[in-house]
């Protein structure tokens, strides 16, 4: 079923009134001040009366990614735009973010009803929809690149939105979520404390069955999935992370065994499931301790997300990847959100202190945290085994890089080259500057 169609079908009733009732509203509506979250009003058809808030920066790209950001039972979209850290990679990566809010304020989303779980079905999600459409329409927003999130209900919708729109997101990740269905009571809004309890558990095909239900006859493309999950949440219990992963296995056509198991930070536990050609469709993150509390703000939880997305693509001009020390086989990391920490090189793992962008302006970017830092040579030194650290961007020629056709990359001010100290392969050897000598410890690829 074509996204086109459905729009048509689900609008074609009502054309006539909406024009009758909105006149012009869609035209006129106030435009998002750069770098403001802003409420629309009048966005299109909303039939449980929710809220939009948008966020454009100001360094927006053109045809810029949206990012559907939803809000836990007692938020709200400008809560979460505050307490957590999207806005500020939005910053950096110049996509959009819509955070809608519930109505009545402070309520869950309803995950629950047969209209939800629907496509176009009614309730929610159709004036989430609205708010993307709209977003399309009046801020030049990617229709093929469309993306959601959330946390606790927000999760739980995220799935929702996954499941009855699969041509619209091209990924999503699910904080503190239940799986599509799950949730399930025939009323709007309800609660199944089974669910919540961890206590709902089916084999992965009855709950893939669930979701193609969701949109029946389509066959296309499926979006990738991100999970997040404390192991002590009272709240969802853990439980339904793997029920998750049971679920978005199937309906990706992936394997349940995971194809890679890591800890990417102390107590995380990461477990991957890659197709036949080796591409993550389905990423979950167990966090040990972890209460009802994800994404922790200032921590890497969104940018990770926000890289398994893709939403953090290099603004026009520059380039983004893992920066590869070659003779090591290991990649640039950043171990700290701390400005001033010296850079090393570790296993290569694909986590958001391993992305680098440069810039048109030739710096080397990595944003951790929220917080977004340059590749800089210490104290502006220019001698040998100067270290190379992260630091607030300020645009001095001690954070100007050019990236050698030799494989070689070299500061501007001082013209020495990014050197693996004392020839090392081992996670934690730094990083620092020395003169170019042609060794392969000084040999890097971008990207």
Same mark, same amino acid.
């Given at each position: 079923?074509?996204?086109?169609? *459905? ?47 948008? +966020? ?12 559907? =950001? ?22 950096? +990566?110049?996509?959009? #973010?819509?955070?809608? *809010? ?8 309803? #995950? ?25 329409? /009046? ?63 089916? *084999? ?68 991957? +499931? ?12 167990? !966090?040990?301790?972890?209460? /009802? ?13 926000? /890289? ?17 020390? #070659? ?11 701390? =400005?001033?920490?010296?850079?090393? !090189? ?42 190379? !650290? ?58």
């Amino acid at each position: 079923m074509s996204r086109t169609h *459905s729009f048509a079908s689900r609008l074609i009733g009502v054309l006539a009134v909406l024009a009758l009732a909105l006149g012009l509203n869609l035209q006129t509506a106030p435009r998002a001040a750069a770098a403001s979250l802003t409420q629309i009003t009048n966005f299109g058809t909303n039939p449980t009366g929710l809220a939009m808030h948008l +966020y454009v920066p100001a360094g927006v790209k053109p045809n810029p990614p949206i990012l559907l =950001a939803l809000h836990g039972c007692q938020g709200s979209g400008p809560y979460l735009y505050s307490s957590t850290d999207f806005a500020a990679l939005a910053d950096r +990566y110049g996509f959009l #973010v819509v955070y809608p *809010s519930t109505n009545p304020g402070g309520s869950c989303w309803d #995950v629950s009803s047969d209209q939800a779980l629907t496509r176009g079905g009614g309730s929610d999600p159709v004036g989430l929809m609205s708010m993307i459409t709209y977003a399309e329409q /009046h801020y030049g927003g990617n229709p093929d690149a469309v993306y959601v999130t959330g946390e606790s209900s927000g999760a739980m919708m995220t799935n929702v939105m996954l499941a009855d729109y699969p041509d619209v997101f091209k990924a999503g990740a699910a904080f503190m979520g239940v799986p599509y269905h799950c949730f399930y009571t025939g009323t709007v809004r309800g609660w199944n404390g089974p669910c919540a309890g961890g206590q709902v558990s089916l *084999s992965a095909q009855q709950w893939g069955d669930l979701v193609r239900r969701a949109d029946p006859g389509y066959t296309g493309p499926r979006p990738r999935v991100q999970l997040w999950h404390g192991t002590a949440d009272t709240i969802l219990n853990h439980n339904n992370l793997g029920e998750e992963v049971k679920q978005w296995t199937d309906v990706l056509g992936v394997s349940q065994t995971p194809s890679a198991t890591d800890t990417p930070a102390s107590g995380w536990t990461r477990t991957r +499931y890659n197709n036949g050609a080796g591409a993550t469709r389905v990423e979950a993150y167990s !966090i040990s301790g972890a209460g /009802h509390q994800l994404p922790v703000q200032g921590s890497r939880m969104a940018a990770d997300a926000v /890289h398994f997305m893709g939403l953090d693509a290099a603004p026009s001009g520059g380039t983004a990847g893992a920066l590869r020390a #070659v003779a090591a086989g290991k990649c640039l990391t950043d171990p700290g959100t701390a =400005a001033g920490t010296q850079q090393q !090189i570790a296993t290569c793992n694909g986590a958001a202190n391993q992305i680098w962008t440069r810039t048109p302006s030739n710096q080397l970017t990595v944003t951790v945290g929220g917080s977004t830092l340059c590749l800089d040579a210490s104290a502006r030194g220019t001698a040998n085994g100067t270290k190379v !650290i992260a630091w607030s961007c300020n645009g001095q020629p001690n954070q100007q890089w050019q990236v050698n056709p030799n494989g070689t990359v070299t500061g501007v001010q001082s013209g020495l080259c990014l050197d693996v100290a004392g020839l090392g392969t081992a996670d934690g050897t730094p990083v620092q500057l020395w003169s170019c000598s042609g060794g392969s410890n000084q040999q890097w690829k971008l990207g």
